[in-house]
């Protein structure tokens, strides 16, 4: 028995287009599933903050140190980079 509120009518595709809920076809492979990479919530925007406000702290000290302690500062960098 079929539903009354169901009809053989299809809706048109202009009708639902933009909507977000047309269905598009899945690409071969795994490619459909959803990439890695950044976060699209807040939590990328806090973690450059405190970046940002670490690195400010540095700059804004810089002048101050003393030309031994910026040279270990450097060679602290430096070898994190493997170099």
Do not use: Y
């Given at each position: 028995?079929?539903?009354?509120?169901?009809?053989?009518?299809?809706?048109?595709?202009?009708?639902?287009?933009?909507?977000?809920?047309?269905?598009?076809?899945?690409?071969?492979?795994?490619?459909?599933?959803?990439?890695t990479g950044?976060?699209?919530?807040?939590?990328?925007?806090?973690?450059?903050?405190?970046?940002?406000?670490?690195?400010?702290?540095?700059?804004?000290?810089?002048?101050?140190?003393?030309?031994?302690?910026?040279?270990a500062i450097?060679?602290?960098?430096?070898?994190?980079?493997?170099?």
């Open positions: 028995m079929r539903n009354r509120a169901t009809t053989d009518d299809g809706v048109p595709e202009a009708c639902v287009a933009g909507t977000g809920f047309q269905r598009e076809p899945l690409p071969l492979g795994n490619s459909h599933l959803a990439p950044a976060a699209k919530s807040g939590a990328l925007g806090a973690a450059n903050q405190v970046v940002e406000a670490e690195l400010n702290e540095v700059t804004s000290t810089w002048p101050l140190l003393s030309p031994d302690l910026r040279q450097l060679a602290i960098v430096r070898a994190g980079q493997g170099g």
